[in-house]
T-cell receptor, first 113, second 114 residues
Protein backbone atom coordinates (compact mmCIF):
# COMPACT_ATOMS: atom_id res chain seq x y z
CA UNK A 1 0.00 0.00 0.00
CA UNK A 2 0.99 3.65 -0.02
CA UNK A 3 2.73 5.47 2.76
CA UNK A 4 1.39 8.82 3.87
CA UNK A 5 3.32 11.84 5.03
CA UNK A 6 6.75 10.88 3.74
CA UNK A 7 9.24 13.55 2.83
CA UNK A 8 11.76 12.82 0.15
CA UNK A 9 15.40 12.51 1.24
CA UNK A 10 17.47 15.38 -0.04
CA UNK A 11 21.00 15.46 -1.41
CA UNK A 12 22.66 18.85 -1.69
CA UNK A 13 25.85 19.18 -3.74
CA UNK A 14 28.04 21.95 -5.07
CA UNK A 15 28.05 22.61 -8.78
CA UNK A 16 30.87 20.66 -10.39
CA UNK A 17 30.98 17.96 -7.73
CA UNK A 18 29.94 14.38 -8.35
CA UNK A 19 26.61 13.16 -7.01
CA UNK A 20 25.70 9.67 -5.86
CA UNK A 21 22.09 8.74 -5.36
CA UNK A 22 21.29 5.39 -3.80
CA UNK A 23 18.32 3.09 -3.98
CA UNK A 24 17.43 -0.20 -2.34
CA UNK A 25 15.09 -2.39 -4.32
CA UNK A 26 12.78 -4.99 -2.91
CA UNK A 27 12.44 -7.99 -5.16
CA UNK A 28 15.16 -10.52 -5.92
CA UNK A 29 13.28 -11.49 -9.09
CA UNK A 30 13.60 -8.00 -10.57
CA UNK A 31 15.64 -8.15 -13.75
CA UNK A 32 15.52 -4.65 -15.15
CA UNK A 33 16.12 -1.31 -13.45
CA UNK A 34 15.65 2.26 -14.56
CA UNK A 35 16.56 5.67 -13.20
CA UNK A 36 14.20 8.55 -13.85
CA UNK A 37 14.56 12.29 -13.35
CA UNK A 38 11.49 14.33 -12.52
CA UNK A 39 11.48 18.10 -12.65
CA UNK A 40 8.75 20.14 -11.05
CA UNK A 41 5.51 20.00 -13.01
CA UNK A 42 6.75 17.34 -15.41
CA UNK A 43 6.49 13.61 -15.80
CA UNK A 44 9.46 11.32 -15.07
CA UNK A 45 12.15 11.39 -17.74
CA UNK A 46 14.26 8.33 -18.54
CA UNK A 47 17.95 8.70 -17.65
CA UNK A 48 19.58 5.29 -17.83
CA UNK A 49 18.72 1.63 -17.42
CA UNK A 50 20.50 -1.58 -16.54
CA UNK A 51 19.62 -5.24 -16.77
CA UNK A 52 20.37 -7.79 -14.11
CA UNK A 53 23.09 -9.48 -16.13
CA UNK A 54 25.22 -6.34 -15.76
CA UNK A 55 26.67 -4.57 -12.74
CA UNK A 56 27.61 -1.27 -14.34
CA UNK A 57 26.45 0.85 -17.22
CA UNK A 58 27.61 4.28 -18.31
CA UNK A 59 25.88 7.05 -20.15
CA UNK A 60 26.67 10.67 -20.74
CA UNK A 61 27.81 11.98 -17.33
CA UNK A 62 25.82 9.25 -15.59
CA UNK A 63 26.72 5.79 -14.37
CA UNK A 64 24.43 3.20 -12.83
CA UNK A 65 25.78 0.50 -10.55
CA UNK A 66 23.85 -2.61 -9.62
CA UNK A 67 24.66 -4.85 -6.66
CA UNK A 68 22.30 -7.80 -6.76
CA UNK A 69 23.77 -9.37 -3.66
CA UNK A 70 22.46 -6.59 -1.43
CA UNK A 71 19.70 -5.41 -3.81
CA UNK A 72 21.21 -1.97 -4.22
CA UNK A 73 21.26 0.42 -7.10
CA UNK A 74 23.11 3.70 -7.40
CA UNK A 75 23.19 6.59 -9.84
CA UNK A 76 26.36 8.61 -10.18
CA UNK A 77 26.25 11.99 -11.86
CA UNK A 78 29.58 13.48 -12.82
CA UNK A 79 30.25 17.23 -12.70
CA UNK A 80 26.79 18.02 -11.39
CA UNK A 81 25.14 21.06 -12.94
CA UNK A 82 22.27 23.28 -11.75
CA UNK A 83 20.10 21.71 -14.45
CA UNK A 84 20.49 18.38 -12.68
CA UNK A 85 18.40 19.65 -9.77
CA UNK A 86 15.32 17.43 -9.68
CA UNK A 87 13.86 14.40 -7.94
CA UNK A 88 15.43 11.11 -8.97
CA UNK A 89 13.59 7.80 -8.80
CA UNK A 90 14.82 4.28 -9.25
CA UNK A 91 12.34 1.75 -10.59
CA UNK A 92 12.39 -2.03 -10.83
CA UNK A 93 10.74 -4.29 -13.34
CA UNK A 94 9.62 -7.33 -11.43
CA UNK A 95 10.01 -9.64 -14.40
CA UNK A 96 7.20 -11.78 -15.82
CA UNK A 97 4.64 -9.30 -14.58
CA UNK A 98 3.76 -7.59 -17.79
CA UNK A 99 6.38 -4.88 -17.73
CA UNK A 100 5.05 -2.82 -14.85
CA UNK A 101 7.56 -0.78 -12.86
CA UNK A 102 7.63 -0.33 -9.12
CA UNK A 103 9.17 2.96 -8.03
CA UNK A 104 11.42 3.73 -5.10
CA UNK A 105 10.73 6.65 -2.80
CA UNK A 106 12.88 9.16 -4.66
CA UNK A 107 15.70 11.53 -3.76
CA UNK A 108 15.65 15.27 -4.27
CA UNK A 109 18.94 16.55 -5.66
CA UNK A 110 19.72 20.20 -5.06
CA UNK A 111 22.72 21.71 -6.82
CA UNK A 112 24.22 24.86 -5.36
CA UNK A 113 25.91 27.23 -7.82
CA UNK B 1 10.96 6.50 -27.88
CA UNK B 2 7.28 7.32 -27.52
CA UNK B 3 5.76 10.76 -27.06
CA UNK B 4 2.81 10.72 -24.69
CA UNK B 5 0.23 13.49 -24.52
CA UNK B 6 -2.13 13.79 -21.60
CA UNK B 7 -5.09 16.05 -21.16
CA UNK B 8 -6.19 17.91 -19.25
CA UNK B 9 -2.87 18.99 -17.80
CA UNK B 10 -4.64 20.20 -14.69
CA UNK B 11 -8.14 20.57 -13.33
CA UNK B 12 -9.96 21.70 -10.23
CA UNK B 13 -13.05 19.63 -9.51
CA UNK B 14 -15.87 19.55 -7.05
CA UNK B 15 -16.34 16.74 -4.59
CA UNK B 16 -18.63 14.00 -5.93
CA UNK B 17 -17.95 14.63 -9.60
CA UNK B 18 -15.88 12.54 -12.02
CA UNK B 19 -13.00 13.45 -14.33
CA UNK B 20 -11.76 11.53 -17.35
CA UNK B 21 -8.10 11.87 -18.28
CA UNK B 22 -7.01 11.08 -21.81
CA UNK B 23 -3.67 9.65 -22.87
CA UNK B 24 -2.53 9.60 -26.50
CA UNK B 25 0.71 7.94 -27.67
CA UNK B 26 2.31 8.91 -30.96
CA UNK B 27 3.02 5.28 -31.90
CA UNK B 28 1.55 1.88 -31.22
CA UNK B 29 2.64 0.48 -27.88
CA UNK B 30 2.14 -2.85 -26.22
CA UNK B 31 2.01 -1.72 -22.62
CA UNK B 32 0.15 1.20 -21.05
CA UNK B 33 -0.05 1.96 -17.35
CA UNK B 34 -1.62 4.55 -15.09
CA UNK B 35 0.20 5.85 -12.02
CA UNK B 36 -0.71 8.19 -9.20
CA UNK B 37 1.74 10.54 -7.52
CA UNK B 38 0.59 12.23 -4.34
CA UNK B 39 2.27 15.47 -3.32
CA UNK B 40 5.91 14.97 -2.36
CA UNK B 41 5.75 11.23 -2.86
CA UNK B 42 6.76 8.56 -5.32
CA UNK B 43 4.71 6.99 -8.07
CA UNK B 44 2.17 4.28 -7.26
CA UNK B 45 0.84 2.01 -9.96
CA UNK B 46 -2.93 2.11 -10.30
CA UNK B 47 -3.47 -0.36 -13.11
CA UNK B 48 -2.32 -1.86 -16.36
CA UNK B 49 -4.50 -0.76 -19.27
CA UNK B 50 -5.08 -3.82 -21.44
CA UNK B 51 -6.02 -3.33 -25.05
CA UNK B 52 -9.45 -4.75 -25.76
CA UNK B 53 -10.05 -6.13 -22.28
CA UNK B 54 -10.56 -5.03 -18.70
CA UNK B 55 -7.71 -3.30 -16.93
CA UNK B 56 -5.65 -5.11 -14.29
CA UNK B 57 -5.75 -3.21 -11.00
CA UNK B 58 -3.17 -3.11 -8.24
CA UNK B 59 -4.01 -3.73 -4.61
CA UNK B 60 -5.97 -0.81 -3.21
CA UNK B 61 -7.43 0.33 -6.55
CA UNK B 62 -10.77 -0.79 -7.93
CA UNK B 63 -12.55 -0.50 -11.24
CA UNK B 64 -15.58 1.33 -9.84
CA UNK B 65 -13.37 4.15 -8.60
CA UNK B 66 -10.88 4.23 -11.48
CA UNK B 67 -12.47 2.86 -14.65
CA UNK B 68 -9.98 2.57 -17.49
CA UNK B 69 -10.49 2.18 -21.19
CA UNK B 70 -8.00 1.17 -23.86
CA UNK B 71 -9.75 0.85 -27.20
CA UNK B 72 -6.57 0.58 -29.31
CA UNK B 73 -2.77 0.50 -29.15
CA UNK B 74 -2.31 4.27 -28.93
CA UNK B 75 -5.02 5.56 -26.59
CA UNK B 76 -6.27 5.11 -23.05
CA UNK B 77 -8.46 6.94 -20.57
CA UNK B 78 -8.58 6.95 -16.78
CA UNK B 79 -11.66 8.18 -14.96
CA UNK B 80 -11.49 9.28 -11.35
CA UNK B 81 -15.04 8.74 -10.10
CA UNK B 82 -16.99 10.29 -7.26
CA UNK B 83 -14.01 12.40 -6.30
CA UNK B 84 -13.05 13.44 -2.79
CA UNK B 85 -10.21 15.73 -1.65
CA UNK B 86 -8.11 12.59 -1.00
CA UNK B 87 -8.02 12.05 -4.77
CA UNK B 88 -6.05 15.27 -5.23
CA UNK B 89 -2.89 14.07 -6.90
CA UNK B 90 -0.95 13.90 -10.13
CA UNK B 91 -2.11 11.14 -12.47
CA UNK B 92 0.44 9.90 -14.97
CA UNK B 93 0.04 7.81 -18.09
CA UNK B 94 2.96 5.68 -19.24
CA UNK B 95 3.70 3.39 -22.14
CA UNK B 96 6.29 0.92 -23.39
CA UNK B 97 6.77 -0.90 -26.65
CA UNK B 98 7.50 -4.13 -24.83
CA UNK B 99 7.23 -5.62 -21.32
CA UNK B 100 11.02 -5.56 -21.00
CA UNK B 101 11.61 -2.04 -22.23
CA UNK B 102 11.68 1.36 -20.60
CA UNK B 103 8.47 3.18 -19.76
CA UNK B 104 7.87 6.65 -21.14
CA UNK B 105 5.66 9.05 -19.27
CA UNK B 106 3.28 11.81 -20.10
CA UNK B 107 3.56 15.13 -18.31
CA UNK B 108 0.74 14.21 -15.96
CA UNK B 109 -2.61 15.61 -14.91
CA UNK B 110 -2.62 17.71 -11.75
CA UNK B 111 -5.99 17.14 -10.09
CA UNK B 112 -7.28 19.20 -7.19
CA UNK B 113 -10.58 18.25 -5.57
CA UNK B 114 -12.39 20.82 -3.45
Amino acid sequence: GESVGLHLPTLSVQEGDNSIINCAYSNSASDYFIWYKQESGKGPQFIIDIRSNMDKRQGQRVTVLLNKTVKHLSLQIAATQPGDSAVYFCAENLGNQGGKLIFGQGTELSVKP
Amino acid sequence: SAVISQKPSRDICQRGTSLTIQCQVDSQVTMMFWYRQQPGQSLTLIATANQGSEATYESGFVIDKFPISRPNLTFSTLTVSNMSPEDSSIYLCSAATDANEKLFFGSGTQLSVL
